[in-house]
Nanobody, 122 residues
């Protein structure tokens, strides 16, 4: 099993920046595609960004294109989400996930972290 732990969330004003990290269990970390998802109160969990096993390709939700950057460092068993120009609508619990396939779909991911809260004030 893969253990995932998110960190880096917090309270930030609109227009500010945050960097989220996802620390993964070291065993076969590089074998998994990784993704970030978020869930706002009363809403379904939605796709944010995904990255291939090697980090060679990425994909983003339209709502975060140009503002967020996903990356990974397989040597450190860690994935990152750099968030800039944050908006109040970015407020959500952010989850990292691991799966066999590079995908925007929630059900393609097999392992999930506990989530980290991001709150953007206006």
């Amino acid at each position: 099993q893969v253990q995932l732990v998110e960190s880096g969330g917090g309270l930030v004003q609109a227009g500010g920046s945050l960097r989220l990290s996802c620390a993964a269990s070291p065993r076969t970390f590089s074998n998994y595609a990784m993704g970030w998802f978020r869930q706002a109160p009363g809403k379904e969990r939605e796709f944010v960004a995904a990255i291939t096993r090697s980090g060679g390709r990425t994909i983003y939700a339209d709502s975060v294109k140009g503002r967020f950057t996903i990356s990974r460092d397989n040597a450190k068993n860690t994935m990152y989400l750099e968030m800039h120009s944050l908006k109040p609508e970015d407020t959500a619990v952010y989850y990292c996930a691991a799966g066999y396939y590079y995908s925007i779909n929630t059900n393609d991911y097999d392992y999930w972290g506990q989530g980290t809260q991001v709150t953007v004030s206006s």
